[in-house]
Nanobody, 128 residues
Framework: QVQLVESGGGLVQAGGSLRLSCAAS????????MGWFRQAPGKEREYVAAITWSGGSTYYSDSVKGRFTISRDNAKNTVYLQMSSLKPEDTAAYYC?????????????????????WGQGTQVTVSS
C-alpha cells in the first residue's frame, strides 16, 4: 500500500505563488514517477505535470508550462509543485498520484488511468 499526502494549498492573489508538496510513504521503492493533477468544480480531472524518480525527467501541460515547476526529493520521497504567476483559472483541488509503470511515451503520464495511487488533494484558490 502507498499513502500520498498533499500539503501547501491555500488562498493566494492572482500573480502570486504557492508550493505544493506530496509526501509518499509505504511501498514506494519500485515506483517510477509521480504526477500532479487538478480538478475544478464541475470539471474533469486535468493533468498538470509529472516527474520520474530516476533521472528526474519532467513533463508539463501546456496550460502551466513556464509557470509551474515540478521537482522531487528522493531522500524524502516527496514531490513538489512550485506554482508561480497564478491565475484565477488555476483554482482547483490539486492531487498527486504515483505510478509503478515507466512510459517511453510521455503522453501516458498525462492520463489519470496511468497512475496506481492518489492522494486526497489540497485546495488552491486564486483570487482576482
Amino acid at each position: 500500500q502507498v499513502q500520498l499526502v498533499e500539503s501547501g494549498g491555500g488562498l493566494v492573489q492572482a500573480g502570486g505563488s504557492l508550493r505544493l508538496s506530496c509526501a509518499a510513504s509505504g511501498r514506494t521503492t519500485s515506483s517510477v514517477g509521480m504526477g500532479w493533477f487538478r480538478q475544478a468544480p464541475g470539471k474533469e480531472r486535468e493533468y498538470v505535470a509529472a516527474i520520474t524518480w530516476s533521472g528526474g525527467s519532467t513533463y508539463y501541460s501546456d496550460s502551466v508550462k513556464g509557470r509551474f515547476t515540478i521537482s522531487r526529493d528522493n531522500a524524502k520521497n516527496t514531490v513538489y509543485l512550485q506554482m508561480s504567476s497564478l491565475k484565477p483559472e488555476d483554482t482547483a483541488a490539486y492531487y498527486c498520484a504515483l505510478t509503478y509503470t515507466y512510459y517511453t511515451n510521455s503522453y501516458y503520464y498525462s492520463r489519470t488511468d496511468s497512475y496506481d495511487y492518489w492522494g486526497q488533494g489540497t485546495q488552491v484558490t486564486v483570487s482576482s
